[in-house]
């Protein structure tokens, strides 16, 4: 790392390979995911997505013991879904009788794009589209709004019906 985060290479460097033989723990997840994060995984270009996390205090539909339920709900889901998440291999599916659109953001080290890119050229389905967000990394939707909707609406609501 350019900036010699010595906490970081320690802690990264503990996981060894990754995902590696050793078995994919939460903690080990989120570790990865921490660093990627702070380093701009998640937000491109910036260590910290507040941004994000606190948009849903602007909601006026939300009561501060609500918003605290966001927080709980997620702790308690991750070690219940995480296991399930672990031992699927979507990879042989390739065959959709829907549209397959994927927005993808170049700098997203959160859920990295390349195999979800070598995946879609293998599909087959009425349309498929990837869109990239240059500027973006694991919340295009927020980093690039605008290109956001008109990309959501230029390639799903022809399939609508409306």
Known sequence: MA???????????ALGDYPGPNPLTIDRIVTCRRWAQYYGGLSAHRSDFAYFTESQELSPYYTADELQL??????????????????FDGREMTSFDVPIVQFLGRHDYT????PV???????TAPSKDVVWFENSAHLCMFEEQGKFV?????????????
Do not use: C, F, K, Y
């Open 3 to 13: 900036d010699e985060n010595e906490e970081a290479i320690a802690q990264l460097r």
């Open 70 to 87: 966001i927080v709980t709900g997620q702790q308690v889901t991750m070690p219940q879904v995480v296991p399930q998440l672990l031992g």
């Open 111 to 114: 859920t990295p794009t390349a």
């Open 117 to 123: 890119a070598r995946w879609i050229e293998s599909v």
């Open 150 to 162: 008109v990309s959501l609406a230029a390639l799903l609501l022809p399939h609508s019906g409306a």
